[in-house]
Every structure is written in structure tokens, then in C-alpha cells.
Antibody, heavy 122, light 110 residues
Framework: QVQLQESGPGLVKPSETLSLTCAVS?????????WGWIRQPPGQGLEWIGS???????YYNPSLKSRVTISVDTSKNQFSLKLYSVTAADTAVYYC???????????????WGQGTMVTVCS | QSALTQPASVSGSPGQSITISCTGS?????????VSWYQQHPGKAPKLMIF???NRPSGVSDRFSGSKSGNTASLTISGLEAEDEADYYC??????????FGGGTKLTVL
């Protein structure tokens, strides 16, 4: 059974970098898929942040591209999100997820982590 | 990229059917058969209900169905049940190899 678990600081100061990790169990990241990050501000809708392949190929939301880096660490079977120069608008629940299709970013996400709340506040 | 357009809310009585629309453009919904629908209960992670416009993951009730016409996709829930009350989001693949979500629709079961 594939499981995803987000981890990282729950509080980040404005202008600093938000860093989260998603640990994958029950499946080897090296075997495929484009692993994704999605966020949801309090009381608002979902926003796709970006996805990374097992080989490190990345795709980002154009609105966040200048501030985001998503990377993969196959040795630790995890992938990570870095969001730079955060503001209060980046306060959200951050989810990591795996899509249904192994070979592209085209499909929906059928396996999700439980989500982690990150608050940007001084 | 602008969010896909969904109605803010829909409602229906138990046993009835409802449809939620999701409107995009030829660069996303209209251009690809890669529309997904998610159900989200308060405080929970989203659950995939439909992928590839009309496919149901294993374990999802056949009361949920999806379709698409032009730049608009639709999710239909038949035989409404109290447990269907939740937020629903559509998403689509785009011409930039990205994903885009709709703004979400709150379903109330009367």
C-alpha cells in the first residue's frame, strides 16, 4: 500500500524559505511517476504547485515558477518542495500526491498525503 | 493560468441527481481528455472520484459519473446521499504540461 507523508516546519517567517518533504512508503520513487505538490489556503480552493519525475524533470505552476523548486531524492525515497520569499498569502495546507498515470503529468492524483499546515507569520 | 470555472454551490435532496460544471478553454479542458474530479470533506485530503473525464477509480460508487462537451466538463451524482455533501473540485491537464484546478463547488444535500 502506497503512503505519502509530508513533514516540515509549521511556521515560517515572511521572506524566508518554506521547505517540505514528502516521504513515500510502499513504492520506490525510482520506478516512475510524476510526484506532485498541491496547496490549499484556509477556506479556499486547491492550487497545483508542481510535479517532479523520478529522474528529476520538473513542471511548475507558472504563477509560482519563479519562487519554487521541487526535487527528488531516490536514495531516501522522498521528494521535496522549496518555496522562496514567502508571504502571508503562502499560508496553506500543503499536500503531496501521486497521479494515476506513471508517465506524465496529465492524470489526476489518486494517492494523497494527509497534508501539513504551514503558516507564514513573523 | 486562470482557475477553471465552477459554480460556487449546488444543492439537491436525497435521491435526486445533481450536475456540477467545470469550464475551461481549448488549452485545457477542451483540448485533452484529462479531466479529473475530487471530493473533499472538511479537514480531509481530496479524494479522486473521476479521472480521464469519465473513469472511476476502484472503490468509487457508480453514482458518480463524468462527461465533457467542448470546453466544459461535468460531474453528475445520482441518487444523492447525505455523505455526498462535500466540496468538489475539477482539474485538467493543460497545453503547458501543467495541472489546473477549478475554484471548487460546495454541494449541500438538503
Amino acid at each position: 500500500q502506497v503512503q505519502l507523508q509530508e513533514s516540515g516546519p509549521g511556521l515560517v517567517k515572511p521572506s524566508e524559505t518554506l521547505s517540505l518533504t514528502c516521504a513515500v512508503s510502499g513504492y520506490s520513487i525510482s520506478s516512475g511517476y510524476y510526484w506532485g505538490w498541491i496547496r490549499q489556503p484556509p477556506g479556499q480552493g486547491l492550487e497545483w504547485i508542481g510535479s517532479v519525475s523520478h529522474s528529476g524533470t520538473t513542471y511548475y505552476n507558472p504563477s509560482l515558477k519563479s519562487r519554487v523548486t521541487i526535487s527528488v531524492d531516490t536514495s531516501k525515497n522522498q521528494f521535496s518542495l522549496k518555496l522562496y520569499s514567502v508571504t502571508a498569502a503562502d499560508t496553506a495546507v500543503y499536500y503531496c500526491a501521486r497521479p494515476t498515470r506513471r508517465d506524465s503529468t496529465s492524470s489526476g492524483f489518486d494517492i494523497w498525503g494527509q497534508g501539513t499546515m504551514v503558516t507564514v507569520c513573523s | 493560468q486562470s482557475a477553471l470555472t465552477q459554480p460556487a454551490s449546488v444543492s439537491g435532496s436525497p435521491g435526486q441527481s445533481i450536475t456540477i460544471s467545470c469550464t475551461g478553454s481549448s488549452g485545457d479542458v477542451g483540448g485533452y481528455n484529462f479531466v479529473s474530479w475530487y471530493q473533499q470533506h472538511p479537514g480531509k485530503a481530496p479524494k479522486l472520484m473521476i479521472f480521464g473525464v469519465s473513469n472511476r477509480p476502484s472503490g468509487v460508487s457508480d453514482r458518480f459519473s463524468g462527461s465533457k462537451s467542448g470546453n466544459t466538463a461535468s460531474l453528475t451524482i445520482s441518487g444523492l446521499e447525505a455523505e455526498d455533501e462535500a466540496d468538489y473540485y475539477c482539474s485538467s491537464y493543460t497545453s503547458s504540461s501543467t495541472q489546473i484546478f477549478g475554484g471548487g463547488t460546495k454541494l449541500t444535500v438538503l
